[in-house]
Nanobody
Framework: QVQLVESGGGLVQPGGSLRLSCAYS????????WGWYRQAPGKQRELVAV??????NYADSVKGRFTISRDNAKNTVYLQMNSLKSEDTAVYYC????????WGQGTQVTVSS
């Protein structure tokens, strides 16, 4: 059964950093565009970063602070998050872009002093 497993979340103070990882257990990884999504309490899930064909795109809210990367040999996508703000608090998920119905459990990121 194909799975997505996110990790690396936690509690961090404003201005801090975290690095999230997402491991994909399927056989075919490199040909797809992959994204990081987040869902804050009471809000819809939103796409924050995408990596595709060597290019990356970011939501305006995270541009300049977050960096998405991928390791095709490891079937893994990463999200380096710097200068974290309280409004970055959310559950973070990875998925293909555009997303399909396969979602992992997500990883909680809480930014608070």
């Amino acid at each position: 059964q194909v799975q997505l497993v996110e990790s690396g979340g936690g509690l961090v103070q404003p201005g801090g950093s975290l690095r999230l990882s997402c491991a994909y257990s399927g056989r075919i990884f490199s040909i797809y565009a992959w994204g990081w999504y987040r869902q804050a309490p009471g809000k819809q899930r939103e796409l924050v970063a995408v990596t595709s064909g060597g290019r990356t795109n970011y939501a305006d809210s995270v541009k300049g602070r977050f960096t998405i990367s991928r390791d095709n040999a490891k079937n893994t996508v990463y999200l380096q998050m710097n200068s974290l703000k309280s409004e970055d608090t959310a559950v973070y998920y990875c998925n293909k872009s555009p997303a399909n119905g396969l979602w992992g459990q997500g990883t909680q990121v809480t930014v608070s002093s």
